[in-house]
């Protein structure tokens, strides 16, 4: 009974060991607060409280680019040289004459519309350097 007492402290140790905490304020890993004084959201790493903040990113020469294909059934818009394509779209001068079949980007510099019957067609992306 004395070792099934000491085996159960002892593992019961291990365990409360193996959760990571943060202090001040306590907080398990994978918690989320909003620290007043500093006025940032914090997650807990299982050691320290980090700040989470906007996520960095280099996008740089943003751009609007438009093509206006005329009747077709598909029309495609390109990018600048060195920009890429962050999201596009599709506009149908009469849309009782066919619909948007689909719209995507066929590659990192181009959005394309595609529709379900021949259609005056103006495609738009929105392009831009990520570094």
Not at 60 to 89: D, F, H, M, P, W
Request: net charge negative; charged share 10%; glycine share 10%.
């Amino acid at each position: 009974m004395k070792n099934s007492l000491l085996l159960i402290l002892l593992f019961t140790c291990f365990i409360y060991a193996a959760n990571a905490v943060c202090s001040n304020p306590a907080g398990e890993e994978g918690e989320q607060i909003y620290n007043l004084d500093h006025k940032v959201m914090q997650y807990c790493d299982g050691t320290n409280w980090q700040a989470m903040g906007a996520i960095q990113s280099n996008i740089q020469g943003y751009e609007r680019i438009t093509n206006n294909c005329g009747s077709t059934t598909t029309c495609t818009v390109s990018c600048s040289a060195g920009k890429e394509v962050l999201g596009g779209g599709c506009v149908l001068d009469a849309p009782g004459s066919g619909s948007v079949y689909r719209t995507y980007p066929p590659s990192n510099s181009a959005w394309e519309c595609t529709t379900t019957g021949t259609i005056v067609i103006t495609a738009y992306a929105i392009c831009a350097e990520i570094q």
